[in-house]
C-alpha cells in the first residue's frame, strides 16, 4: 500500500488556479469512479474547499495521479504542476492530521474544515472508493483532531471567514446597521456570513439561491427575505453589501450586471465578498471604481490578525500530530509485512501437511510409530532450516556476513 496526499491550497497555488482544481459537488462521484475506474489508484478521498484541493489515495504511481487530475480539469500538467504538491506515506498522514485540526488553514485553528473533511470521507465511502488504508488513515484523523482541540486552545478567538468579512464591511460602512445585505447561496459558509452580519442588525437581509425553497429555512431564522437567482439583475441595485458562496461553475455576478446596478445606485458603492472557488464574481469586476470585492484570498490579511494565542498552542498541537504520526506508520509498515508473514505461515502449512501425510501412510503400513515420529521430527527441522542453509551456502563473501547476523537474530542464536 502507497499512501498519497496530492494537491493545492492557498499556501501553494493562488486563486486562479484553485478554481481551476475545485471539485464541485455534481462532479465529485464521478470523479472519484473516474479515478479509481482508471487503476491509477485503488483508494481515493477528494477533499475540495475554497482554499484547497486535495486526492488523499492508495496508488502504486503518484505520477499516474497527477495527470488524471489534470487531465479531469483539461489544464497542462507543465501549467499545474509547479503548485502541486505529492506528500507520500508518513507525510501524507501528517498533513491530514494537520488539516483536520485546523492548523493549515488560512484562519489557523477553524473548525470549518474538519466537518468538510469528513464530508469529504462519507462521500467517497458511500461511493465506494475507501478501502482499509484510507478507511484507517481518516479514522485516526478525526481522533487526532478531536485530540488537538480538547487538549490545546488551538481554536481559541479564532476569526472566522464570516468574521472577517464583518470586519472589512466595517471599514467601508460607518455601520452595517443602516446597509442592505444579500446573501447569495445557502450553504454552511453562507449561513456563517448571515449569523455574523445578523449580529450587526443590518437594515434589511435576502437570502438568494437557486433554489428558493432551500434558501427558505436559513432565511426565517434571521428574518430575512428570499430570492431567486433569475431575479438578481433587477434586486441588485437595493444592495449595498453582497456576500456569495455557491458551488456554480460560472460566475453569477458579471460587470456587465454589476455596472448597470452601480449606474442605478448613483454610483453609492458596493461590498462584495465573494467566498466561492471557483469565484462567483467575475474578475473584471474588481477593477470597477465603485465596487469593494474580496475574495478569498484577499481576507487572508484580516484573519491573520490577533493570532497571538492560538500561534503559541501550536507546538503543543504538532507534538500531539508527531506521535500519532509516528503510530500510523507503524500500522502501515504492519500491514506492509502481513503478505509476507502469511506466506511464510502457508509455506510451513504445507510442509507440516506434506510430513504428516508421509507419516500417515508410513503407520498404515505398519511401520514402527518410533521410527515414523523421528522420521516426521526429522523432516520438518530438516524443512524448517533447509532455506537459510541454502541461502548461506549461496552467499557471495560480502552477503554471508549479513545474513549471518540476520538468521541468529530471527533464530535467536548466540554466535561466539
Aim: aromatic share 4%.
Amino acid at each position: 500500500m502507497q499512501l498519497l496526499t496530492l494537491g493545492v491550497n492557498h499556501h501553494t497555488a493562488p486563486l486562479a488556479i484553485r478554481e481551476r482544481v475545485a471539485f464541485g459537488p455534481d462532479k465529485l462521484v464521478e470523479a472519484l469512479h473516474d479515478l479509481t475506474g482508471s487503476h491509477r489508484a485503488s483508494e481515493v478521498a477528494i477533499l475540495s474547499t475554497c482554499n484547497r484541493t486535495e486526492l488523499y489515495v492508495n496508488t502504486p504511481s503518484p505520477e499516474a495521479v497527477s495527470e488524471w487530475l489534470a487531465d479531469f480539469h483539461k489544464i497542462e500538467q507543465r501549467e499545474l504542476a509547479p503548485y502541486l504538491y505529492a506528500l507520500p506515506r508518513e507525510k501524507a498522514a501528517q498533513h491530514a492530521f494537520r488539516v483536520a485540526a485546523g492548523l493549515d488553514s488560512m484562519v489557523l485553528g477553524e473548525t470549518q474544515i474538519l466537518g468538510q473533511m469528513k464530508q469529504a470521507v462519507a462521500t467517497a465511502e458511500e461511493a465506494g472508493t475507501l478501502g482499509l488504508l484510507l478507511h484507517k488513515l481518516f479514522q485516526r484523523t478525526f481522533s487526532v483532531a478531536k485530540e488537538v482541540r480538547t487538549s490545546t486552545e488551538i481554536g481559541a478567538n479564532s476569526v472566522s471567514m464570516a468574521a472577517a468579512a464583518v470586519r472589512l464591511a466595517e471599514r467601508i460602512f460607518p455601520g452595517i446597521d443602516r446597509q442592505a445585505c444579500l446573501f447569495i447561496g445557502a450553504g454552511e459558509m453562507i449561513e456563517l456570513c448571515v449569523a455574523h452580519f445578523a449580529a450587526r442588525h443590518p437594515r434589511r437581509m435576502t437570502v438568494a439561491n437557486r433554489t428558493v425553497e432551500r434558501a427558505r429555512p436559513l432565511a426565517e431564522r434571521f428574518n430575512a427575505g428570499t430570492l431567486p437567482l433569475t431575479a438578481l439583475p433587477d434586486e441588485l441595485p437595493e444592495y449595498d453589501i453582497i456576500i456569495t458562496s455557491t458551488a456554480s461553475p460560472l460566475p453569477i455576478l458579471g460587470k456587465g450586471m454589476l455596472e448597470r446596478a452601480i449606474k442605478q445606485r448613483r454610483h453609492r458603492p458596493i461590498f462584495i465578498v465573494d467566498l466561492a472557488v471557483p469565484r462567483d464574481v467575475e474578475a473584471e469586476v474588481a477593477d470597477m471604481d465603485d465596487v469593494f470585492l474580496y475574495s478569498v484570498d484577499d481576507l487572508g490579511q484580516v484573519v491573520r490578525e490577533g493570532m497571538d494565542n492560538r500561534v503559541a498552542q501550536v507546538e503543543q498541537a504538532e507534538a500531539i500530530i508527531e506521535n500519532s504520526v509516528e503510530s500510523f506508520v507503524h500500522w502501515m509498515e504492519g500491514r506492509e509485512l502481513v503478505p509476507l508473514i502469511r506466506g511464510l505461515r502457508d509455506a510451513a502449512e504445507r510442509h507440516r501437511r506434506h510430513e504428516i501425510e508421509k507419516a500417515t501412510r508410513a503407520l498404515a503400513r505398519g511401520d514402527d510409530p518410533q521410527a515414523v515420529v523421528e522420521a516426521l521430527s526429522h523432516g520438518l527441522s530438516n524443512k524448517l532450516v533447509h532455506a537459510p542453509t541454502h541461502a548461506l551456502s549461496h552467499a557471495t563473501h560480502d552477503e554471508r556476513e549479513r545474513l549471518a547476523h540476520l538468521i541468529s537474530q530471527l533464530y535467536g542464536l548466540h554466535q561466539e
